[in-house]
Every structure is written in structure tokens, then in C-alpha cells.
Nanobody, 121 residues
Framework: QVQLVESGGGLVQPGGSLRLACAASGAVARIDEMGWYRQVPGKQRELVAG???????NYADSVAGRFTISRDGAKNTVYLQMNSLKPEDTAVYYC???????????????WGPGTQVTVSS
């Protein structure tokens, strides 16, 4: 069984920084794309950043230049470095990953349970 677990959320003042991490555990044979999403009450979940297995990245316009996504293949972990945080970045942040638990099967999307990020003075 595969699990994703996020960590690193919390309360931070405007202009501050946080680093989120998301680790995959269990029967992981291969991980393709990984990403971070966020959601606020009453709104749809939105993509924040994504990274391919080869390291290509993409960002939402609202976070480009402030957030950086990276991954450690040896640790099956994806990170999100968030700088210059704004109150509008407040949300529950979720990671997702395209994971194969066996190379005999295609990838499946897994989600973490989410971690709260609050930007407030």
C-alpha cells in the first residue's frame, strides 16, 4: 500500500517562508510526476506547482518567482519552498504523485491528507 504524507505547514507572518515536504512510503516501484495543490473553503483545488521525473517544473502564475518545487528521488520526496508568503497563500496544501507500485501496472494518482498553511500577522 502506498501513502503520501505532507509536513511543514503552520502559521507564518506575511513575507515569511515555509518549506513543505511530502514523502511517499510503501510499495513504490516508480514515481512519475509529483505536484502541490492548494484549496480554500468554497473554492476548487488549484495546482500550485508540478515537477516531472526528469526535473521539469511548472508553476501557477500567482506563485511563480516566490515558490520552488524540487524532489529527491532517493527519498521519494517532493518539496515546496515558499518565500515571500502573502495572506492569499493561506490554504490547505496537498501533494499528489503518479506512482507505480509495480512496473507491471500503469501509474495511479495518490494524494496526501493535506497540511494547513496560514499566512497572517
Amino acid at each position: 500500500q502506498v501513502q503520501l504524507v505532507e509536513s511543514g505547514g503552520g502559521l507564518v507572518q506575511p513575507g515569511g517562508s515555509l518549506r513543505l515536504a511530502c514523502a511517499a512510503s510503501g510499495a513504490v516501484a516508480r514515481i512519475d510526476e509529483m505536484g502541490w495543490y492548494r484549496q480554500v473553503p468554497g473554492k476548487q483545488r488549484e495546482l500550485v506547482a508540478g515537477i516531472t521525473r526528469g526535473g521539469s517544473t511548472n508553476y501557477a502564475d500567482s506563485v511563480a518567482g516566490r515558490f520552488t518545487i524540487s524532489r529527491d528521488g532517493a527519498k521519494n520526496t517532493v518539496y515546496l519552498q515558499m518565500n515571500s508568503l502573502k495572506p492569499e497563500d493561506t490554504a490547505v496544501y496537498y501533494c499528489d504523485a503518479q506512482i507505480q507500485f509495480s512496473l507491471a501496472y500503469g501509474p495511479k494518482t495518490y494524494w496526501g491528507p493535506g497540511t494547513q498553511v496560514t499566512v497572517s500577522s
